[in-house]
């Protein structure tokens, strides 16, 4: 059974740091495409940012050279490093994951995490 659990959210004040961790388990993730959207009140959920299997990475535009996404793949982790963080940023943020390397094309992600909340006060 495949499970995501995310946390390191929190509240944190513009130009703050935080770093997001997805816990995977039931599945060989090194084999599965992974990404963390997000979604603000009232906003439909967006990406933020994938690594493929290959470990490619990828990010919408407004986290470029804010954002980092890694993978630990001894302790089968997700992260997003976000330096500079911006009010704008503030949001729930999922990661999600599937085999099929579907890109930003959400309903392509079987699995999703329960999302932690994000806020950053200006």
């Known amino acids: 059974q495949v499970q995501l659990v995310e946390s390191g959210g929190g509240s944190v004040q513009a130009g703050g740091s935080l770093r997001l961790s997805c816990a995977a388990s039931?599945?060989?993730?090194?084999?599965?495409?992974m990404g963390w959207f997000r979604q603000a009140p009232g906003k439909e959920r967006e990406g933020v940012s994938l690594i493929a299997s290959d470990g490619s990475t990828s990010y919408a535009d407004s986290v470029k050279g804010r954002f980092t996404i890694s993978k630990d793949y001894a302790k089968n982790t997700l992260y997003l490093q976000m330096n500079s963080l911006k009010p704008e940023d503030s949001g729930m943020y999922y990661c999600?994951?599937?085999?099929?390397?579907?890109?930003?094309?959400?309903?392509?992600?079987?699995?999703w995490g329960q999302g932690t909340q994000v806020t950053v006060s200006s």
């Open positions: 999600a994951a599937d085999v099929a390397c579907m890109g930003w094309i959400q309903y392509g992600y079987a699995y």
């Open positions: 039931g599945y060989t993730f090194s084999r599965y495409c």
